[in-house]
């Protein structure tokens, strides 16, 4: 239920921001920090989270972390998203089969 982890990471918009970012490029706690409304502190707290959901990794760089999107960290969330597609998708064409035999 890894997806359950991912969706509660990126409920808070401050999170989902950082995360958004890194999307951009890799960055350190300060890079990340200027760009929040946020401590540093914080955002290292933020960045925990994401870390935690398999969302982010970090990769040591001579004396600095830098934090980097793991981009299969999504696929979870998406397969749990895509059942709901499916089942949406098997409910129609059951709707159409069933006005078909009816008409």
Known sequence: MTYAKVLTALADPTRRHIFETLLEHPMTVG???KNQPVS?????QHL????????????PQGNRRLYII??????????YLESFWSDALSAYSAEITQQMKNK
């Open 31 to 33: 890079e990340l920090a």
């Open 70 to 79: 793991k981009h299969d960290g999504l696929n979870e969330l998406r397969q």
């Open 40 to 44: 540093r502190p914080a955002v290292s």
């Open 48 to 59: 925990k989270v994401l870390e935690s959901a398999k969302l982010v990794r970090v990769k």
